[in-house]
């Protein structure tokens, strides 16, 4: 029978395996991205219902990993192009903390 401070030794290194695991996954580009701020932006400039508006299924439709955005670079790139277009006057590091978002919740790009 296993002590329980074994068990949860064993369950922090578990965590602590699958926190190295996400990280080591994260591209380069969004290493360092506030994933906060970048929730935060893209709820109070309503950037889902915007896409709801344009695109079918609630606005999910448009993150397509397979489509036209297809690296990080180029996802960072249209959140840029959402922000010219909308006047929205993000700095750098916000829109990389958009972009961050997007790749965690729907691109899932690794490198």
């Given at each position: 029978?296993?002590?329980?401070?074994?068990?949860?030794?064993?369950?922090?290194?578990?965590?602590?395996?699958?926190?190295?695991?996400?990280?080591?996954?994260?591209?380069?580009?969004?290493?360092?991205?506030?994933?906060?701020?970048?929730?935060?932006?893209?709820?109070?400039?309503?950037?889902?219902?915007?896409?709801?508006?344009?695109?079918?299924d609630?606005?999910?439709?448009?993150?397509?990993?397979?489509?036209?955005?297809?690296?990080?670079?180029?996802?960072?790139?249209?959140?840029?192009?959402?922000?010219?277009?909308?006047?929205?006057?993000?700095?750098p590091?916000?829109?990389?903390?958009?972009?961050?978002?997007?790749?965690?919740?729907?691109?899932?790009?690794?490198?």
């Amino acid at each position: 029978m296993s002590h329980p401070s074994m068990i949860r030794g064993a369950l922090a290194c578990s965590l602590l395996g699958f926190g190295l695991n996400a990280a080591a996954q994260t591209p380069a580009l969004f290493k360092d991205a506030d994933l906060k701020l970048g929730e935060k932006l893209i709820a109070q400039h309503k950037c889902n219902q915007c896409h709801a508006q344009k695109w079918t299924d609630d606005g999910k439709a448009i993150y397509r990993p397979k489509g036209r955005v297809n690296t990080p670079a180029l996802l960072q790139g249209m959140v840029e192009r959402c922000s010219t277009q909308l006047n929205l006057s993000l700095f750098p590091e916000e829109v990389t903390a958009m972009a961050a978002v997007l790749n965690r919740d729907h691109y899932r790009f690794t490198q």
